[in-house]
């Protein structure tokens, strides 16, 4: 009676009791709606039907894609992460965020995790909206509705719809509707963004920092490289389709931006792409990049081994951290003074890195960053388990609960980068390229289109794994000795190299029971020449 009678200081809340209550079950609903809504009368009548049926909603949310470690507060963010990625659906499009932002915007990162998720209908689904309202002059609406403004994000959405066709091989979807649509998009991207006397384009509001950074009409690395990854993929779609003179048109176009891009963007010196290089004045390189002009062309593979661990490498030294609980918490770039976007505290950019990292074999920095993000995540901010848009240096929410981007990019870091799955459907194959602590003996993933089992005994890593098609498996495995035995598949002897990691494939397959056995030598180790 004290507490419904009290009078609330600088922290009110609801306080109420219930009367004729004979099964100590009360169903709440809090809604900002009017109580003729008719969702609202809907659970009047039927609560504990609906509100269970909301729990098994979320329950088969929470296990589209699941992981299994020896780190509790990753397995749960994880989990947390997958039901927040589902919330930014809104049918039939994919929306910016569940809470904050909640209507749709082409490109950004989402798209790339209702891949993973294995989504591919509301995948398709989403991209139908903006292929209806595309521009006779090919650009992409920044708005499902045919709405625009100022982004210039299609080029984000073209490269996860090919990264779709990679991961799911759906060439149906590309014959009958995606390819023309990606097709045009190129054409305006040639047009617009093109720099005039290269094959290189302009940085223009194409990635989530790009709010407050300008190119002022100089030739960018993230640009360059999404139309660079656009070319090479609709090359191969083109081959697949029939289409010769498109296919020779597009490999072409992509060798001369891979070739411009190294002779105009690259800092020899630094070891690193630059953020841009000017179009007027002296036309210098901006050779001290943000963190997206690094692990931008990694993501989508045009840099070689070397390129991409020299990138890295520069953020290491050229770009603060601070720490979180013991893990590398990475500003954005090195660029004063801290502003929106252009430099600050980003999860979203520092799980890019992380998994630009993990792309590298560089498992403990790609964890340390990871973990980085995951700890926040348990603090007392907007609840357990969420993301964060904007942060402090200590990794504490300032902004905008689960935001989209943000929530994407962990799961996708987790499944790609950590677990290292990568579905190539296209070309038969699944790859699985782990990066896990050397002090974890187990771990496990299961999504619809691929599952493993993975164990640590001491002498052996073993690998059961799964998939729903029968695919190659390009496994690529960090030794844990310099010494190995054999590799076994069922039991059965393979051929394998090695060097920091073991490398083999597994002919056509929908299960593999696969067991690496080490010697007694020393824990094998990448080192850099002298």
Not at 126 to 133: A, L, P, T
Not at 211 to 226: E, L, M
Not at 257 to 280: A, C, H, P, T
Not at 428 to 448: G, L, M, Q, R
Request: charged share 25%; hydrophobic share 30%.
């Amino acid at each position: 009676n004290r507490l419904i009678s009290s009078e609330y200081t600088d922290k009110p809340m609801i306080v109420g009791t219930s009367e004729g209550n004979t099964q100590s079950v009360i169903y709440l609903m809090l809604t900002t709606e009017d109580s003729d809504n008719e969702y609202y009368l809907n659970y009047a009548d039927n609560a504990e039907e609906l509100f269970n049926e909301g729990l098994e909603y979320y329950k088969s949310m929470s296990e589209v894609t699941k992981i299994d470690s020896p780190n509790p507060y990753l397995n749960s963010a994880f989990t947390s992460q997958t039901m927040a990625l589902d919330a930014s659906w809104n049918d039939p499009v994919i929306c910016h965020a569940p809470i904050a932002f909640h209507h749709s915007y082409a490109g950004w990162r989402t798209m790339y995790s209702y891949v993973t998720a294995d989504w591919k209908e509301r995948v398709k689904t989403n991209v139908r909206e903006y292929i209806k309202r595309q521009s006779s002059k090919g650009r992409i609406p920044a708005f499902a509705d045919g709405k625009d403004s100022r982004y210039n994000m299609g080029v984000v959405l073209v490269d996860e719809l090919l990264y779709y066709w990679l991961w799911t091989g759906d060439d149906e979807f590309f014959k009958d509707e995606a390819y023309d649509f990606a097709a045009k998009y190129l054409d305006y991207q040639d047009t617009y963004l093109g720099i005039e006397g290269t094959s290189l384009y302009e940085n223009f509001l194409d990635a989530w920092n790009t709010d407050n950074k300008w190119n002022n009409g100089g030739a960018g690395t993230v640009a360059s490289s999404y139309t660079w990854r656009a070319y090479s993929v609709m090359a191969q779609i083109a081959e697949r389709l029939g289409k010769t003179e498109d296919a020779q048109k597009y490999e072409e176009k992509a060798n001369k931006i891979k070739s411009d891009m190294k002779e105009q963007l690259w800092d020899n010196d630094k070891g690193v792409y630059g953020e841009y290089r000017d179009f007027f004045g002296e036309k210098r390189l901006h050779n001290s990049p943000d963190l997206s002009s690094v692990y931008t062309p990694i993501d989508v593979g045009i840099t070689d081994f070397e390129e991409a661990y020299q990138m890295l490498h520069f953020t290491d030294y050229a770009i603060e951290s601070t720490d979180v609980d013991g893990y590398e918490f990475k500003c954005s770039s090195e660029w004063k003074p801290l502003f929106y976007s252009s430099s600050g505290y980003y999860q979203q950019e520092v799980l890019n890195n992380s998994l630009a990292n993990f792309q590298t074999g560089q498992g403990e920095k790609g964890f340390s960053q990871l973990m980085s993000c995951v700890i926040p995540m348990f603090r007392l901010n907007g609840g357990p388990g969420e993301t964060a848009h904007t942060s402090d240096s200590s990794g504490n929410n300032t902004g905008h609960i689960d935001f989209a981007d943000t929530t994407a990019m962990f799961t996708r870091t987790v499944i790609t980068g950590l677990y290292g799955v990568n579905m190539n459907k296209a070309y038969n194959k699944a790859v699985i390229s782990p990066c896990f602590s050397s002090e974890w003996n187990y771990a496990s993933f299961s999504a619809n289109y691929l599952k493993y089992n993975y164990t640590y005994d001491g002498s052996a890593d073993t690998f059961d794994v799964t998939t729903d098609d029968e695919l190659d498996y390009e496994m690529n495995i960090p030794a844990r000795m310099s010494d190995v035995e054999s590799v076994k598949v069922n039991g059965q002897d393979i051929e394998f190299t090695l060097d920091s990691s073991v490398h083999f494939t597994v002919p056509k397959t929908n299960s593999a029971v696969i067991e690496i056995k080490y010697g007694n030598g020393e824990k094998a180790e990448r080192q850099a020449a002298p």
